[in-house]
């Protein structure tokens, strides 16, 4: 597959068409239809959190918040690969990975809804938290696969970034020390066509991202991000490549960001209506429902009670949330370091008698 | 006991931890083969293997960033920074990652990293190998900042920096890794950080300094001592957390306090050990506790170089005006 959709020729592997016709049938993997149909649900899932958060956002009840709308198929085709001993190293796009691999509903408010305990994730096992600032997360993906291959363990590293973050020297330097340690990381690329409001043909005059694996002597793979049969073959034959001690793979994700950026952002001021247009026709569920659909695997009118349902879990969850215990001065301090400096303590304490004596005023 | 100067038992300290613990890797620009250019890692490779002490590309913010994600996979990485003045690269590293992996991951994950970089002035270097940067890391939340000023304390503060679960800056004072030799334990001992020490009891004024500024400070004492002044001498060893204690039992007794730091002087160490000094010792000062620290330029290349590094005589000078005020 590697030679391939060699990305110096700047092919791109996909297996259905917009409508979720099968068009490269040699590549389309083997996955039976239960699974599928799982799969098509977890995307709605993460579709309908990722919705219900910016609404949360716009009614007040959550901060700012990156919406993942139109991205869903990476995440889901990474998800059904990971195994508990796999790690994730997220940047912050990509809800249906964390989900996947062991991010709780509570987790996921928690984080986007401002308190550090969201980013925990105690039910998931090998799992940084999100990292802001871009691409720097992926020479920590490095530092662990090194460690994979220190400790002889079997666990292969998924490491995700945007396409504004191939021009981030962590992007060199962590491929480049991968390589150099022939370390078990795929590096994922979500190239979703902006970084924040500027367009990849302002990042790189490379012909496309994949590309850049090239110099770093590792296998790259463009890959049609919105397809989730194409997502799949690329990383579970990234993952196998991997997990055999071949070291790291570099996949660019085609995609569109349907959202915004953040809720703060307004792509109305860089993107045109047109090309919105051009890439809800690419839109991944409805392309996964397409081929569903025509397989006789699940019926239009099947969505809306499915999002209705996972509206009503959602809802309730939020609600839950949202008595979660305060945010408690112990919580600033209790984890900068392992063991509290004293002078650190002395912060804390002075914050207590003031607290003190405002209550002592009442 | 060996005799032996600062390269050695810092060495001693890593071959040891490196012996104890499958879990420590030691790697940065050339430490494997080379030793290190000040040889500090020097024989450890032919040691313990390629696997555990290794060469990496030329790229400080990938040093830094992979030993983020080791530590999140059960490493304890020793890293070096071939020059402090090199380190600013991975500085994005150290505040974004290194110093707050634990806090943003509520515990999960910490960062029991060490970071090692010769640091400091006065040895007639290119430019970037003579800055004092330790401001700089004591300001990251998160980090302990380290420097030892002799052979024994280089060992013990070591030992500690790598058994420490928190992320530990150690500084090494390059113009004194020869210098001095002392006798040093050769079996395992540490010292804890965040605890200065007195290196001689005295009644008139307290001078706090560390690293390679100790010894010039030594030496200005027997100017001081010829003019019958009496100087309490404090090595603080660790920059942050930083020991209130010796400092406010020390200033209330003599009342006089000079803080000598190779750092710049704006927004440096100096400033933060005032502040201490009046907060701690307030009423017991009969002098302003002054600091005296670098220009606030780039510290000149050799020929320069005198200008900066401060003499015995100037610190001498600083001491006299204090108990002439």
Redesign the interface.
């Known amino acids: 597959m590697f030679k391939k959709y060699d990305p110096l020729k700047d092919k791109m592997l996909q297996v259905m068409d917009d409508d979720g016709k099968v068009i490269a049938p040699a590549v389309k993997p083997a996955i039976p239809d239960d699974e599928l149909v799982d799969v098509y649900k977890k995307m709605q899932f993460a579709r309908t959190l990722d919705l219900m958060m910016v609404s949360f956002q716009r009614q007040g009840r959550m901060y700012t918040y990156p919406p993942n709308v139109g991205q869903e198929a990476i995440s889901a085709a990474a998800g059904k690969i990971m195994r508990d001993r796999d790690?994730l190293?997220p940047a912050f796009r990509e809800l249906g990975a964390w989900l996947a691999k062991g991010a709780k509903m509570r987790d996921v408010f928690l984080y986007w809804g401002g308190h550090?305990?969201g980013?925990?994730?105690?039910d998931a096992p090998n799992f940084?938290?999100p990292?802001?600032?871009i691409a720097?997360?992926?020479?920590?993906?490095?530092?662990?696969?090194?460690?994979?291959n220190?400790?002889k363990e079997d666990s292969v590293v998924f490491a995700v970034v945007g396409d504004g973050g191939t021009s981030e020297?962590?992007f060199h330097?962590?491929l480049?020390?991968a390589a150099?340690w022939k370390a078990p990381v795929i590096f994922i690329v979500q190239n979703n066509q902006f970084a924040i409001s500027v367009p990849v043909r302002m990042q790189t005059v490379s012909k496309n991202l994949a590309v850049k694996s090239v110099a770093y002597g590792m296998p790259g793979l463009k890959v049609d991000g919105n397809d989730f049969f194409a997502m799949y073959a690329a990383l579970s034959e990234s993952f196998e490549y991997a997990r055999k001690g071949n070291g790291p793979v570099l996949i660019e994700a085609l995609t569109f960001r349907r959202g915004a950026h953040t809720t703060s952002d307004d792509p109305s001021l860089y993107r045109t209506e047109e090309e919105e247009k051009k890439w809800e026709a690419k839109d991944p569920i409805k392309r996964l429902r397409g081929y569903l659909v025509s397989q006789k695997l699940w019926k239009e009118s099947d969505d809306e009670p499915l999002v209705e349902q996972y509206k009503k879990e959602i809802e309730k969850e939020f609600i839950e949330y949202e008595s979660y215990p305060a945010y408690k001065l112990e919580d600033v301090f209790?984890?900068?370091?392992?063991?509290l400096?004293?002078?650190?303590n002395r912060q804390r304490i002075e914050y207590e008698k003031f607290l003190n004596w405002k209550e002592a005023r009442k | 006991m060996k005799v032996v100067n600062m390269v050695q038992s810092i060495n001693d300290a890593i071959d040891i931890k490196l012996g104890d613990d499958p879990n420590v890797?030691v790697y940065g620009e050339d430490v494997g083969v080379e030793g290190g250019v000040f040889r500090v890692t020097q024989g450890l490779q032919k040691k313990y293997s390629e696997?555990r002490v290794f060469d990496?590309?030329l790229?400080e913010?990938?040093i830094?960033?992979?030993?983020?994600?080791?530590?999140?996979?059960?490493?304890r990485p020793v890293v070096e920074m071939q020059f402090s003045g090199f380190s600013y690269?991975a500085v994005?590293?150290l505040i974004?990652?290194v110093s707050r992996?634990?806090?943003?991951?509520?515990?999960?994950?910490?960062t029991p990293l060490v970071v090692r970089m010769p640091y400091g002035g006065g040895i007639k270097a290119l430019e970037h190998h003579s800055e004092s940067p330790e401001a700089i890391f004591g300001h990251i939340?998160?980090l302990?900042v380290v420097i030892p000023s002799t052979p024994y304390d280089a060992k013990g503060l070591m030992i500690a920096s790598i058994e420490?679960?928190?992320p530990v800056i150690f500084l090494e004072p390059k113009r004194i890794y020869r210098a001095i030799k002392q006798e040093v334990p050769e079996e395992k001992f540490s010292i804890p950080i965040?605890k200065g020490k007195h290196l001689s009891e005295g009644g008139d004024i307290t001078v706090i300094s560390y690293g390679a500024m100790i010894r010039d400070v030594q030496r200005a004492m027997v100017m001081a001592k010829e003019a019958g002044i009496s100087v309490e001498l404090i090595d603080l060893r660790t920059i942050?957390?930083?020991d209130?204690e010796i400092i406010r039992e020390s200033v209330k007794k003599t009342g006089r306090v000079l803080i000598v730091t190779e750092a710049p002087t704006s927004f440096g160490p100096g400033a933060e050990l005032v502040t201490i000094v009046t907060e701690e010792a307030f009423l017991s000062l009969e002098a302003p506790p002054t600091r005296l620290s670098g220009f606030d330029t780039a510290p000149p290349l050799p020929k320069g170089e005198h200008l900066y590094f401060h003499t015995p005589e100037r610190i001498f000078y600083e001491i006299k005006k204090l108990i002439d005020y």
């Open positions: 790690w190293v550090e305990d980013a925990r994730f105690s940084l938290p990292s802001v600032p720097s997360q992926l020479v920590h993906a490095a530092g662990i696969g090194f460690a994979i220190y400790k020297g962590d330097e962590a480049n020390f150099v209790k984890y900068q370091f392992k063991d400096p004293e002078d650190l | 890797v696997r990496t590309p790229a913010s990938g830094m960033g992979s030993a983020v994600g080791m530590c999140a996979a059960g490493l690269p994005n590293q974004s990652h992996m634990r806090n943003r991951s509520r515990g999960k994950y910490g939340q998160g302990k420490s679960d928190d965040g942050y957390p930083i209130r």
